[in-house]
């Protein structure tokens, strides 16, 4: 296969470098056009593929041209290329078996691709899974990917209980859990069922008190949590309504409230052999999970809860611990500001342990949960100069927008800029950047390079569900 790959003066060592790394398997052209491969524009890319005989032409990802008329005239395929020059090898290597994009930049187009092909594994393996059992439709134990328990803390003090159980299966919620607290009454357990007539998916309910147990059991499909003090009380009725169970050690062992549940006459037991939170016994508790007779119930919450760390490498980890103990639900929750994604980012570490089948490590699946941290840092080359000036501060006096103020705060999903009592919504700072400039609402440099500044930081808080204060620290 012969392949032009244009590039700039500044980049040229390392794209050169990368063809001949590839020498053996392709013959490739690198041709400088310039001192920035992102500034390669359409006529010279034509004069080039004329000159040689190209099966395709691979542009930097940088390039902001269109290329649709080049490739037409000249019959030659134009595939967008990685943004970084150091990330080309990784996108030569899988030429053969993987047509790149016309318009997405090849690592990212490759990154989608695998997590494409990853997702799409996880499924085929869940769906030729067997299972201890199922509830209500999804697979539990067994070979079964590890299911997602999400629970709704206090259910019955919910405004709107319905849109938050939509908002936590669509979270990745394979089963979702209402809590009731110690206030709650029978009729509020049954009013909380009851609201979620049009709930298809398994819903659980979280209390130890055999009444609000009695009320849930109509619908629930799961109850948590049955031990010796509950199971003379409800045991038979949780049997005969069909519902799983996860049972607890309580003044009786594990195994003991395990046999009177069974006894009972409950067909579809978890064992919660109850994971302390750090600090209270996390590593010693560990040990009582090894050889469950019955499915395991694995409450990663709890630790996430009780500890200030950033959740999305917590609950990786956990994921591996529960993977490693053969867990087949693992619980989270959200019920602090910290924890807020916490069922997303359990759901893709199940995921990540789903995939595990056949490697040493949870490495490079294709899905990860890198979020702040870079997997390899990029080493473009440095730039060039001739000279260079210390950059002075900034005056502290500020000179204001003739025009007027601009307010900028984060709305669902969208980033709010409001000018006057007219509002600009969108979901990408330069969206609304653009919006507002040709919209004739700024007029000094010093305010738009500002409203740039603020506006990226409120897409950043979308990002990565943070909070928004303009003109505060990220």
């Known amino acids: ?132 059992f199922i509830i209500r439709g999804v697979k539990i134990g067994g070979g079964a990917r590890m299911k997602v328990l999400a629970e709704i803390m206090d259910a019955h003090k919910r405004e709107d209980l319905l849109a938050d159980v939509w908002q936590f299966f669509a979270a990745g919620a ?42 849930a059991l109509p619908r629930a499909d799961l109850v948590l949590s049955l031990h010796e003090g509950n199971i003379p009380a409800v045991g038979k009725a949780v049997a005969d309504a069909g519902a799983a169970a996860v049972v607890v050690p309580g003044e009786r062992t594990l ?16 064992a919660d052999p109850l994971l302390q939170p750090v600090g209270s016994g996390l590593v010693a508790s560990l040990s009582g999970f090894s050889g469950a007779p019955h499915p395991i119930f694995f409450g990663a919450g709890n630790v996430v809860e ?18 490693e103990v053969g867990a ?42 890198l979020v702040m941290k ?6 473009e080359p440095a730039l060039a100069y001739e000279g260079i000036v210390d950059a002075d501060p900034a005056p502290e006096d500020i000179v204001y927008d003739p025009l007027g103020c601009i307010r900028i705060g984060i709305e669902g999903e969208y980033i709010v800029a409001v000018h006057k009592g007219h509002a600009v919504r969108g ?19 010093d305010h738009a390079a500002y409203l740039g500044k603020e506006l990226f930081k409120a897409e950043l808080a979308l990002r990565l569900g943070r909070s928004f204060e303009q003109d505060g620290p990220f």
Not at 341 to 369: N, V
Request: negative net charge; hydrophobic residues 45%.
């Open 374 to 379: 870079e997997k390899r840092r990029r080493r």
């Open 1 to 132: 296969m012969r392949i032009l790959l244009p590039t700039g003066s500044a980049t040229v060592k390392t794209v050169k470098a990368a063809a001949e790394r590839f020498s053996g398997r392709h013959e490739i052209d690198v041709a400088v056009t310039g001192e920035l491969a992102s500034f390669l524009a359409p006529g010279e890319l034509r004069r080039l593929l004329a000159a040689g005989n190209y099966d395709m032409a691979i542009v930097s990802g940088m390039c902001t041209a269109s290329f649709a008329d080049v490739e037409r005239e000249a019959g030659v395929p134009v595939y967008r290329g990685p943004r970084h020059a150091t990330d080309l090898p990784l996108v030569l290597a899988v030429l053969d078996r993987v047509t790149l994009s016309r318009t997405v930049p090849a690592d990212d187009f490759l990154a989608e691709t695998r997590r494409e092909e990853a997702c799409r594994q996880v499924a085929l393996r869940e769906a030729e899974a067997d299972a201890d």
């Open 427 to 445: 979901r990408h700072w330069e969206d609304v950047f653009y919006t507002l400039l040709r919209d004739g609402r700024l007029s000094r440099l």
């Open 255 to 270: 195994e003991e409230n395990l046999a009177a549940a069974r006894a009972a006459g409950i067909a579809c037991l978890i």
């Open 174 to 215: 394979d089963i979702v859990d209402l809590g009731f607290g110690f206030d709650a009454t029978p009729e509020d357990v049954r009013r909380c069922f009851a609201a979620l007539a049009e709930v298809e998916g398994p819903l659980a309910v979280d209390t130890q008190d055999s009444r609000l147990i009695a009320a």
């Open 306 to 323: 009780l500890l200030d760390a950033d959740s999305p490498g917590m609950n990786a980890l956990l994921a591996g611990m529960a993977y």
């Open 328 to 369: 087949a639900v693992i619980f989270t929750s959200e019920h602090s500001d910290k924890t807020r994604g916490s069922i997303g980012e359990m759901r893709r570490a199940t995921g990540m342990m789903a995939l595990m089948t056949g490697r040493p490590y949870p490495k490079d699946l294709g899905i990860d949960l």
